[in-house]
């Protein structure tokens, strides 16, 4: 089963980019045949494409590169600066 995943902003924390997967999966039963789609939403910030790009390699995932999300996030690796940083 191929499993899509979709940079989207959060609906938690605005201005946060995060990531959501979806996967159709077919079910047979008594009644047939039917197709079910599960989705989970990651609330696990982005600061990258490629660490993006990086979640969907490890984890198998067909990485969807568009939508306005996708077109805020920054080429490189990293965290933007001031970001990250521990605290004393």
């Not at 959501?20 to 599960?38: C, L, Q, S």
């Not at 490890?58 to 001031?82: C, K």
Request: no cysteine; charged share 25%; hydrophobic share 35%.
């Amino acid at each position: 089963m191929a499993v899509s995943m979709h940079v989207v902003w959060s609906t938690a924390e605005p201005g946060r980019v995060i990531y959501e997967t979806h996967a159709i999966e077919t079910i047979t039963d008594g009644e047939g045949v039917h197709a079910t789609v599960n989705s989970h939403t990651y609330e696990v910030p982005l600061h990258s494409r490629a660490e993006a790009e990086s979640i969907a390699d490890e984890e198998g995932y067909e990485l969807f590169r568009r939508g306005e999300a996708w077109e805020s996030l920054p080429e490189g690796e990293g965290l933007p600066e001031g970001e990250g940083a521990m605290e004393e």
